[in-house]
Each structure stands twice: as C-alpha cells, then as structure tokens.
C-alpha cells in the first residue's frame, strides 16, 4: 500500500509500506494492505510505518488519518524529531 505522510510545512513520507500503525483518539490501531476505509483523529504518538528495507517511527502531535484503496494519508499537525 502506499503511505504519505505529510506536515504543513513539508511532506516527511512518501512511498511503499508493508503496515504502518497509529496513535488513534480512541485507542492504537495498524492498517495492512486491503485495509477497510476509515477516517480517524490522531492523538500525539508514535507512528510506526514499516517497509520492505527498514521501521521507521515519528513522533507526531495530532493529526488525522485516511485510508481508502490502499493509499494512507496522514496529515500531522507536528512531527518532532
């Protein structure tokens, strides 16, 4: 599936991941590949998208997630490093 994760000021993400999970408002959740679509608010938290090659993990402050046909947009109100 294909992942963007993305800031006001830059895009941080942007390519072909295995899963990725997330800090949802009401509780941690992952989405694979052939995810159902869903809409979700972020609370601050670790995002952890896996690849092929490696784990990466930013910590964001908010945000909302899409998922719909295999492509994950994350929209971050912050990511620290």
């Not at 993305?6 to 959740?29: C, H, M, N, Q, R």
């Not at 402050?61 to 109100?77: D, I, R, T």
Request: avoid cysteine.
């Amino acid at each position: 599936m294909y992942l963007e994760l993305i800031t006001p000021d830059k895009k941080v993400f942007e390519g072909e991941v295995i899963s990725a999970s997330f800090p949802g408002s009401l509780g941690s959740f992952e989405v694979l590949n052939n995810h159902a679509p869903i809409i979700s608010s972020l609370d601050k938290g670790n995002v952890k998208i896996k690849t092929t090659k490696e784990t990466l993990t930013y910590l964001v402050e908010g945000g909302v997630v899409e998922v719909l046909q295999n492509k994950v947009v994350v929209l971050a109100e912050k990511i620290f490093s």
